[in-house]
């Protein structure tokens, strides 16, 4: 064969071969397009289902508005707002809508807490009275100290009672009162509100009972370490490095116009007066689920979001390790099997110890922030609006709408990881 005869044929050769490659990335890219537009029609479907049940379920719950948020691997993936963070002018809920979040400011507390350890102002460990103005004694068990760890786990012997406690809410405003104030009164020997009764009779750190008034004490602590109050401190460690622009621990911080209006539902959906917390520590943040979203992925996350962190990985360790132990034991706490619980640094577990986080209720507000244990999916859920128990079955089933929603995402994501 001539050189221009094999000169001719190699090069028709590689024309086939390139044909026949640019058919097989044409066929590829047809494959990969149709299967993305699947994906969207199956994304779209899901989030029709989900819309549906939560409307549904808002309905049938009495709710007026509701927002929620799922993260996964450390990211926030899915967020919505559905109804009204005001129904009488028909503003929406959205994920940047402002409300209370209840027993979950406890967390950022619990933060504010391990930063400051963090620091070396305070130690869990240390009887509290070295951080006081007043004594805090136990009178059943005068010899026992009391520490930061029992406050922050719930078993400092600390109880709420209730006649004092209810004082604490002030309809109308950001409370008058100062928080060191009340708490002086109340735990003060000659303070107004002192009782016997304001404290277990059983020893500080061997029973567990959940106190509100304990929180309020421990960010009170956290004030005197650090020179400042709870919310400049939060502000400048938290809310401002997460860009949680929504974000504050006072209605006077807090731009009416962002704020969800509250409701109770009984039978009608009735408006209430917004509300501050003499307490603010154990109860007073204001927030959405958007900047929520983004300080729970710092704490699953070893305490950094998108390059900011908030604490060392070593305190969030701390702030999130079970406390309770074999050695360590509340005498009325299950450690595994039906009812256990157990407890971080103003971090709690539900369901059996199977998800982590916290929940938070008061007068018209439901807020969840759970995460298994393993940090992989997180869901957090707010409505504005109390309930009945009866009432309540729906949104926890909401809840599990979007629990589910992470799960099936996660394993998605799971799967394309591995492609």
């Known amino acids: 064969m001539s050189i221009k005869r094999l000169k001719d044929v190699l090069f028709f050769s590689s024309l086939v071969l390139l044909s026949s490659a640019c058919n097989s990335i044409e066929m590829k890219t047809s494959m990969s397009s149709e299967e993305g537009a699947a994906a969207k029609s199956q994304s779209a479907d899901v989030n029709a289902q989900i819309d549906a049940i939560v409307e549904q ?18 990211k926030v993936v899915w967020m919505k707002g559905y109804g009204f963070a005001d129904k009488e002018h028909a503003i929406a809920f959205t994920p940047d809508t402002i409300m209370n979040i209840g027993s979950i400011s406890k967390t950022f507390t619990g933060a504010a807490l391990m930063r400051a ?20 004694i136990n009178p059943h068990h005068p010899s026992e100290p009391i520490t930061l760890r029992q406050l922050a786990t719930h078993t400092s012997g600390i109880t709420d009672r209730q006649a004092a406690y209810e004082s604490v809410y002030h309809f109308g405003g950001d409370s008058p009162e100062a928080l060191g104030g009340f708490l002086q009164r109340y735990f003060a020997r000659d303070g107004k509100l002192y009782s016997n009764d304001n404290f277990l009779k059983t020893k500080p750190g061997t029973h567990r009972e959940y106190s509100n008034i304990g929180a309020g004490l421990a960010g009170y602590i956290v004030e005197r370490a650090v020179g400042e109050r709870l ?11 997460l860009r949680m622009s929504n974000s504050g621990w006072f209605l006077s911080e807090i731009s009416p116009a962002k704020h969800a209006r509250l409701y109770v539902a009984q039978g009608l959906r009735i408006p209430i007066p917004l509300y501050g917390i003499t307490t603010y520590p154990e109860g007073g943040v204001r927030t ?5 979203a983004r300080f729970f992925a710092a704490l699953l996350n070893d305490g950094e979001y998108e390059g900011a962190r908030i604490l060392k990985q070593k305190s969030v360790e701390e702030m999130l390790r079970f406390q309770y132990t074999s050695a360590n034991k509340p005498d009325n706490v299950n450690l595994q099997g ?9 971090w709690a577990t539900k369901h059996d110890t199977t998800r982590i986080g916290h929940n938070g209720s008061d007068p018209g507000v439901r807020t969840i922030m759970l995460a298994d244990p393993n940090k992989e999916i997180g869901v957090i859920l707010f409505t504005n609006t ?34």
């Open 231 to 241: 919310n400049a401190y939060t502000k400048r460690h938290i809310f401002a490095p």
């Open 117 to 136: 350890v963090q620091e070396g102002k305070v130690s869990l460990d240390e009887n509290i009275n070295s951080y006081l103005p007043f004594k805090v």
């Open 288 to 292: 959405s689920v958007s900047d929520l």
């Open 57 to 74: 379920r808002i309905k049938d719950g009495g709710m007026v508005g509701v927002g929620g948020a799922i993260i996964v691997n450390k």
């Open 386 to 419: 109390s309930m009945h128990d009866e009432e309540s079955g729906h949104y926890y089933h909401i809840f599990e709408t979007l629990w589910k929603h992470a799960l099936q995402i996660k394993t998605q994501a799971d799967k394309a990881a591995k492609q």
């Open 338 to 346: 039906e009812d256990s619980v157990n407890s971080g640094i103003f």
